[in-house]
Structures are given as structure tokens and as C-alpha cells.
């Protein structure tokens, strides 16, 4: 059994001991948040064309970042004054295109960034949904990402042809199953030295070294063998968001890479430890999952200028379109209740985590459906930070000091604004401070994340288990 | 009802009354026969890079091609020699990688040409695959078109967990019931003006003017809002190649481009009428269906060089892999067969239309199983045409003049190397005789094709008959 990781770093003092890792947060839609495309900074209309993507990807790689990664959605929010129409007025997520379609086209434009994409299971045939991914590693030469997500919305099941989404355990249920067939396809159908392709002798590959995979379960039953030869990480780099107890162990064993939110850094830190000591209970070492807390970054040559850059944005915020937004995720018809009524005050069982937790992370102020609104239009309901450069290079230290995170998905309000931002102000000053690449590693996405010569699954990844062992002679 | 067509040029004299159009045949696997990636000329060997397919888009539309076509294909073929050996051993259109992620590196790096792919309906989720073509057309600003192909191969059933594919006629009407789904999320889910994007009163669409779709039938059965805004053309241009009675009836029905193969002119001029008649009797205009004939072309500056070009391309023929292709055709393990025997004293039930179509094609010739292999191997069982320049223009116009086609689908034997050829030598040979653009058209691809304004289905397309009517007031 692997040993629970020392405290790192935590309150002690000197210079940060990791290199903080980034990510930019996105989604091929009209901006992360209602209403913010109506700022004039904002160019998120653009979210239909190439041009707008591979600029993007050119930013983010002028600011080294890891990735970015685009999230994706199939349902519509409808729950919000029980209907579709406050999230269609005010393009709530919706129209939401196919966000694996722009990852050709910014790799074309880049050479290190990788591409991670949200990749709905219960919405996705394995057998293709396999080879899909398996191009896109091809294509960006090792450089993809597979958040993996089981789907939250009922609409989306409808869309379907389902009469209702599974329950939320059998989502996961059959995510582990569908997990199986697609580490079959990606870790077993090929040998490492199945494709010769020399010319000479006509060779494209030694036909026993290629293997049929089946698979017979509760949800799925096939055989085949995939149909891609081996991208250069096989099973793309695994990523993760699940928040549920049952989320948080399918993370545990699968991801590589965990997304937390959490808007203060105790809750965090908890996350953070949970998700470590579920990893040791899966026989992985905790250090190879790396977490990334959602964080939004407003910033400004000083705290001045950064603070009404932020009330600006506020002043942008489509509280119908917000309201509409954590209605769906949460279920809750917030039409039903007072604007300006101080959420404390609301019946407990409808108020979610994700409400309550605006006032456990600043209990000074009264929180308002109204405020709570404002707050999440602007980059989400996640953690914020505002201010000058070395004010936020102070805080992302903090952040990563006591939560034992491993870096932070950044969450824009205007874009590309914000991130042009954070790439010409922030990110030299963290380079500065030593704690921030001022250089990418070479070689795939993973090998990246995780050192030369890492480029496939860990041998303690469940992922590495389908692998056909080499014979002994 | 619509007439049908006068005989147009046939055997008149004088130039030809139409422009010729092509399109280039490709596949994301080592090249579209077996064996020529042995070529030291041949650089298939590529195909997992995004450059390769960048490269390529970019001398096409050079040779002002209207469109690339990527086929694709799910299972793997093991009829020949009752097992996949023959096929993995010679890469038998296997690996074969998702052909939809290039479109988006290929469109980047172009402004005209279109992009054409294989979309197998058997193996797709309507909802899902309407807006992943959605956001294709959004993203190539209208370039983008679908093959729409049902599946044939039975491996490709069981690796999508199927007993068995459907009967060949079940397919169709399958696809029936898809092509209804998808038309209506395309042509009816969105009104014309339903999107207004206004800044300053912050409303992003019209929610009355977007609607719900719903469908129940024998295999779908489905609701929900179409995730994409209208792309340029909403439905994507949509070619067919159905050969058989059932898949020319779905032809006539779906297709604005038909894709036809043939070995002799007399062969297709018979296929192309029959498709016109077939259109006619669905209401519709039979020139509003494009039809192309599948061709390769193998040229040098003078006849002989180009003969003994094609010479060489033969010598690198993969006589076991193209025989596992038509095996994997036919669903006839062709290896029960004397290679070398005439196949005209094989039992007729065994010779399969495509191989008794070289005999018809060359009955001076006498025909064996090899000399099919050989001929097959090189840009596949299509008509050949190999020559200068000039005696190239020659065959095309008489191809126009005495079939009704209206252009080619060009089958590369060596890739780049063909369509280079192509491009550089008889592209201008064409323009010369006034055959051929010399610019692109604006617009659409369906613009490009079919006219200026005609960016969407024609009003007697069945798809058109989805579409929301204009409120009369």
C-alpha cells in the first residue's frame, strides 16, 4: 500500500516547492457567463469561427499554459421559470457547439499546448467515441485531453431518446463499464510493436500483434479491434471533475488530472486530501494525480485599476441568465424566490452547496440571490481574485500553500481579455518569483504534467492493467 | 412534375455546354489501395499528421477543386482468407482515423475548397451528429458536406454491440428515419431570424423563434432543440453513393451530388439517367442533382511517359490486400479462387458485379483474378485514364459529353504525387479549353455548386419541406 503523502509545502515558509500549473477554462459558446459578450472588450460572438479559436490558442501559448480546456454540455437549462426561455434570450450556455472540432485547427497554430475537451459518456458510443479521441491524439501529436463527464442535464437525455437519465450512481456505473471498453481498445488492441510499415518488404504491421477486444456487461457488450494504431499516449491524459462521493471515486481511480471548485481554500484543502487519500485507496500514488482548482483571475497594472475593471464586468452580469444557469445545475427553481431577500433566510432544502457556499466563504456580507448572481455572472460561481500582478501572484501562492492544489483552471469573464491579461501582467511576475515554466517540457501532453519518458498510463493506473504484457521467452 | 432533362451535349459537336467539376477521393488511412504506400513516391504514410492534410488541401485548391471527399469505413475486412491477416498485414483501409477532425486544420489553411465526409449512419446518434456537423459548418463558414452512408461491413455491427448489422433495406429506412431527425434539427429548430445578438439590449435570440423538435418512429425516437444556431447552409451539402435499387431510391430522394462508379461510359450514362428519372419521380429537378463519376487519372507530359508511370504504379500493387478489399466488398473469400485462372469459368454466382464489370469494360483482354488485383490496386476498380495532358482532356469531355455527368471523383494512386500531377498538367489543359473554372464562385459550397443565393436546400428538396413557414400576416 502506498503511503499518504507528507503536508507539502502548507505553511511553511520560503519559496513554493512546485511549479504551479495552469489551464484556461472554456466552452464553444457565447462566454463562460451570461450576459458578458455584451461588454465591448468581449469577443465571444466569435466563438463559431476558426480565427477566434486559433488566436486564442496562440495566447495561451505565449503564456505557457498547460492547456485549455473546453467544456461542453448536450441538454438546455430549463428549469429556471420552468422553461427554456431566460436561457435561450440570454444564450445561457446554449447554442453550445462541438467543442472537439476546434482542437485540429488551434494544434495546427501551436506546438506544446495541449487540448483537453469534455467528452459526455452517456451521450457517446465507445467503439467511435475511441477512435475519435484516438485521432485527435494523432493530430496534436500526443497533446490531448479527455475530461471525462457523465452528464447531468434530463433535457440532454430526452435529445436522446432516453425517456430519463440513469439515477446518478448508474451514470457511474456505466462509466466505469464504458471506461473498460475504451481502455481495451486504447491499452490492448495494439502491440507496442505491431506497425512495422516498411516500404521494402510491403509490412504495414505483423497481424498477430493486433488484437480483437471484447466486452460483455451490464451496459455494453461488443467486440473489435480499434481502428486507430497507437497515438503517441494511447489513453489520452484523464481528466476529471466529479464532486459527489461517487464522483470523487470514480476520479480517484481514473483521472490524472482533477478539477475542484470550492470557494475558499479550506474547502479545498479538504477536497484536495480526500481526493489524494481515495487515490492511495485505489493503489495509486497520490502525488500522480494533479489538482486544479477553478479560480477566477481579474487583474490590472494596479489593485486600483483591477478592482474597477471587476466592477465593470459586475455591471454586465445577466442576472436572469445566471439565475437561469445554477437553477439547472442545481435543480432548483430560483424564479421562486425573493431577489433581494437575504438567502439565509430561505427554506434550508433549497438552498444547495453551491449557494451556501457564497456565505461560508465571506459570511461578513448578506448574500442576496441578487448578490449571489452578481457574483457567479462574473467568471463563475468559483473563487475570484482581483487585483494588481503581485497581488495575485501573492494569492495564486496561497492558494497553492494551503490547499496542497497543484494549480488552478482559470475562468475568464471577458474574453480573450482577461487572458491577454493574466499572459502579459501575471504570468511574468509567477515566472519572476521562479514558481511558473518559462519554458515547455518536451514531448507529449503527460510527459509534460509528468516528466520525460511518461507518456502513457502510469503502471498503477487501472487504465495500464488491459495492457497485453510482453511474453517472457 | 418536372420534366425530364432534354439529352444535353451527348454526341454534340462543339464544346462542352457544361463545367466540368472534381472532387478528390481520399481516406485517413495509408493511402485508398493497398500496397502503393510502398511507392517511394507515395507519402500516405502521413496520414495521422495534420501537415499531410493541410499540404494536400492546399494543392487542391490550387487545382481549384470543388471539394475533397473523405471516405471512412468502421469494421475491418476479414472475409478474404476467412481473417483480418491479409488486410492488417497490407493496411486494408485499416488503421483508418476519424476523417471529420482534419476539416477543421484543412479549412484554416483554405478559403474555397470544400470538405466532404463519410458519415455512417448506422453508427451514429442523430442528436450528437447534427451538431458536430453543425459546428463543421460553422467553423469551414459553409464549406462543409456530408456522404451519407449506412455501413456494410458486419464486423463494424458487432463492434458497435450489435448481433448483427440490419438487413440491407432496414438500413435504408433507418436512414430514412435519421435523415427526418437531422432535417429537422438543421431546417426547423432555429427560425431564419430567431438570432439577433444585440449588445445593447442584451438579447442574444429570440426564444419564441427557437423550437423544440420531436420524432417517434420505428427507430428513434427523440426531443429537444437543435444545440447550434444555423450554420451557413444548415444542412450540409449531402452527397450519396447508394448503388443498388433501394440506395437509388435514397439517392434520388437525399442527394444534391450522387457518386457513381462504372467501368465503361455506356455503364454510367445508364446510371446517371437512371438517377435523373428517379429524382424526377421524387419532385424534384433533375439537374439539381450533381452527378460524379468516379475516375483515375495517371498523367506525364507525353502518353508514354504516363504509361510507364502507370506501369510502375502496378508493381507495387498488394495482390493479397486488394484481394481482401473486394473480398471485404463482395463478402466473397475471393482466395477460393485460381489467381491465375480466366475468371470468365469461375461459377457466375461467385463473380460479383465489380468483377465482371472489367471483363465488360476490356473484353479483348483476358481477365484473371490477378490482372483484376492489378488493375484494382492501382486507384482502385474504377475506370482508368492514363495519358498526356491532352489525350486526359480528350477522355474527360468525352466522359461529360456521352454520360450526363456532371464532374469526377479523382482517385489517387500515389498521394500527393497524382493530384500534383493533376493539378499542375491537366488543370491547365482544362481552363485552356474553357472546361473548367479558372476562379471559385463565392459563397457556400452549395452556392459554389448549385448558384449565387442558393446557399440552402432547394425548395423541392424533401429537407426544405421541414422548414418552419414565414407567419403570413
Known amino acids: ?34 450576459g458578458i459578450w455584451t461588454h465591448p472588450r468581449d469577443q465571444s460572438e466569435g466563438y463559431t469561427s476558426l480565427r477566434y479559436w486559433t488566436e486564442l490558442a496562440k495566447i495561451l501559448e505565449r503564456g505557457k499554459f498547460d492547456a485549455i480546456f473546453i467544456a461542453d454540455i448536450f441538454g438546455v437549462y430549463d428549469v429556471y421559470r420552468g422553461g427554456t426561455a431566460p436561457a435561450f434570450l440570454n444564450a445561457v450556455e446554449f447554442p453550445v457547439c462541438d467543442p472537439m472540432m476546434v482542437v485540429p485547427a488551434m494544434a495546427l497554430v501551436t506546438e506544446h499546448l495541449g487540448f483537453g475537451v469534455t467528452g459526455t459518456i452517456s451521450y457517446e458510443l465507445p467503439y467511435s467515441f475511441a477512435r475519435r479521441v484516438s485521432t485527435l491524439d494523432h493530430l496534436t501529436e500526443g497533446r490531448f ?36 471498453i475504451v481502455y481495451k481498445l486504447w491499452e490492448q488492441s495494439w502491440d507496442e510493436d505491431a506497425v512495422v510499415r516498411d516500404k521494402k518488404s510491403g509490412v504495414f504491421a505483423h497481424p498477430e500483434k493486433i488484437h480483437k477486444v ?32 461517487r464522483g470523487r471515486e470514480f476520479a480517484a481511480k481514473h483521472a490524472e488530472c482533477v478539477f475542484i471548485g470550492g470557494n475558499t481554500r479550506p474547502i479545498v484543502a479538504r477536497s484536495v486530501a480526500d481526493i489524494r487519500r481515495r487515490a492511495v485507496e485505489q493503489g495509486r500514488d497520490p502525488r500522480s494525480v494533479l489538482i486544479f482548482a477553478a479560480l477566477t483571475v481579474v487583474t490590472a497594472p494596479t489593485d486600483e485599476e483591477a478592482r474597477a475593471k471587476y466592477e465593470d464586468y459586475r455591471r454586465h452580469v445577466n442576472i436572469e441568465g445566471t439565475l437561469a444557469l445554477i437553477s439547472g445545475y442545481s435543480g432548483i427553481d430560483f424564479s421562486r424566490y425573493d431577489l433581494d431577500a437575504p438567502i439565509a433566510f430561505f427554506e434550508s432544502n433549497a438552498i444547495q452547496s453551491f449557494v451556501e457556499a457564497f456565505t461560508v466563504a465571506d459570511p461578513s456580507r448578506i448574500w442576496t440571490l441578487r448578490e449571489v448572481a452578481l457574483d457567479a455572472g462574473v467568471g463563475g460561481s468559483g473563487p475570484k481574485e482581483v487585483g494588481s500582478p503581485q497581488t495575485i501572484a501573492d494569492a495564486l501562492e496561497q492558494w497553492m500553500r494551503e490547499t496542497d492544489i497543484d494549480g488552478f483552471n482559470l475562468v475568464y469573464a471577458v474574453t480573450p481579455g482577461d487572458t491577454l491579461d493574466f499572459v502579459d501582467l501575471v504570468v511574468p511576475e509567477l515566472q519572476r518569483r521562479g514558481i511558473y515554466k518559462t519554458e515547455y517540457s518536451p514531448g507529449t501532453l503527460r510527459e509534460k504534467l509528468f516528466g520525460a519518458g511518461m507518456c502513457h498510463l502510469r503502471s498503477d493506473h487501472p487504465g495500464a492493467a488491459y495492457r497485453v504484457q510482453p511474453d517472457v521467452p
Chains 1, 2 share one sequence.
Not at 503536508?7 to 477554462?25: C, E, S
Not at 432516453?162 to 466505469?176: G, I, N, P, S, V
Open 214 to 245: 471484447s466486452h460483455k456487461g451490464r451496459w455494453f457488450e461488443m467486440e473489435g479491434y480499434h481502428l486507430c494504431e497507437p497515438s503517441p499516449q494511447r489513453t489520452p491524459l484523464l481528466f476529471q471533475a466529479g464532486a459527489s462521493n
Open 145 to 180: 485531453a479527455w475530461n471525462i463527464v457523465t452528464g447531468y442535464l434530463a433535457s440532454a437525455a430526452r435529445a436522446f431518446g432516453l425517456k430519463d437519465q440513469l439515477t446518478h450512481d448508474e451514470r457511474y456505473d456505466r462509466a466505469d463499464e464504458f471506461m473498460e
Open 1 to 34: 500500500m502506498l503511503e499518504m503523502p507528507a503536508p507539502i509545502d502548507g505553511t511553511a515558509p520560503g519559496p513554493l516547492k512546485k511549479q504551479l500549473r495552469l489551464n484556461a477554462i472554456d466552452m464553444m459558446c457565447m462566454g463562460c457567463t451570461p
